[in-house]
């Protein structure tokens, strides 16, 4: 379903976002037609549309709710944008949009959307930052024909997000400890916290199961080995910065 925003006179406003979008936003290319996925308030493409950062803007979502409220921000800040009420990508055409935002969903739905999607990923910048399972949607991206060019990370709130870089190309499947902690953020200042918080992640996992009453041993030498993988990259990586004791 497609609907166009009501547009008040232009706003004297301007809207500012949290970290995280504010991290998403820096990434996205000057002059990109974007197409913003699960936009919720639409505070991402009310932003960049805003500043005069993008061309153009497809904001879309599964809930009818969330896309009222997109409208609304649309509106306020006097920008056009436009607005879709579908899941994923399902009304958006790839001829659309050459950058596609997926953020603040759990790993698990952007495979999915990304699955789901028709879409020759050819010439499109994907920026992608799961909230939860990273670890499962670096997993999937090189069956998907993704590769993933860069990632940032960024604190929000006490919480420390991934945000990946990615288009069409083939790649390696990760190691264990690529998949929980990424390939390229090695240099970035908030590695450590955030590898040491995966792990811990991890580890508690495999305690929880570990105590559960229907035992599955499989998934828990799954974790373990995983776990020992992250341990073993966090000890390279205080080692190389003086850190080790
Ligand atoms: C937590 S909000 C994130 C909003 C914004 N993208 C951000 O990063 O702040 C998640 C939004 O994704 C929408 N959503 C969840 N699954 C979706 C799907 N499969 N397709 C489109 N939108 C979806 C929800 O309705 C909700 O508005």
């Not at 166009?4 to 706003?11: A, D, G, K």
């Not at 301007?14 to 504010?22: G, I, S, T, V, Y």
């Not at 969903?105 to 028709?118: D, F, H, P, Y």
């Not at 990273?134 to 997000?161: F, M, N, Q, S, W």
Request: glycine fraction near 8%; charge should be negative.
């Amino acid at each position: 379903m497609r609907f166009s925003v009501y547009l008040e006179p232009m706003s004297e406003k301007e809207l500012r976002l949290q970290p995280r979008l504010q991290c998403i936003a820096g990434l996205v290319p000057r002059g990109a037609r974007l197409a913003d996925v699960g936009t919720d308030h639409g505070y991402l493409p009310v932003y960049l549309l805003q500043r005069g950062l993008i061309a153009r803007a497809v904001a879309s979502d599964v809930g009818a709710a969330p896309l009222a409220h997109a409208r609304r921000t649309a509106a306020a800040y006097g920008v056009p944008l436009d607005l879709r009420l579908c899941a994923g990508l399902d009304a958006v055409c790839p001829d659309e949009a050459d950058t596609v935002v997926i953020a603040g969903m759990g790993g698990e739905t952007i495979v999915s959307i990304l699955k789901q999607a028709a879409w020759d990923w050819r010439g499109v910048t994907l920026l992608l930052q799961p909230m939860t399972k990273a670890e499962l949607l670096r997993r999937a991206l090189p069956e998907l024909g993704l590769h993933t060019v860069a990632e940032h990370l960024v604190r929000d709130k006490g919480t420390i997000y991934a945000v990946l870089t990615v288009t069409a190309g083939e790649s390696e499947a990760p190691t264990n400890a690529e998949a929980w902690c990424g390939a390229g953020l090695l240099h970035d200042p908030l590695y450590g916290e955030y590898a040491r918080d995966r792990l811990e992640k991890l580890q508690r996992a495999a305690a929880g199961l570990r105590q559960a009453k229907t035992l599955d041993s499989a998934l828990i030498s799954t974790l373990e080995e995983d776990a020992a993988a992250l341990q073993a990259k966090i000890k390279e990586w205080e080692d190389a910065n003086g850190m080790g004791h």
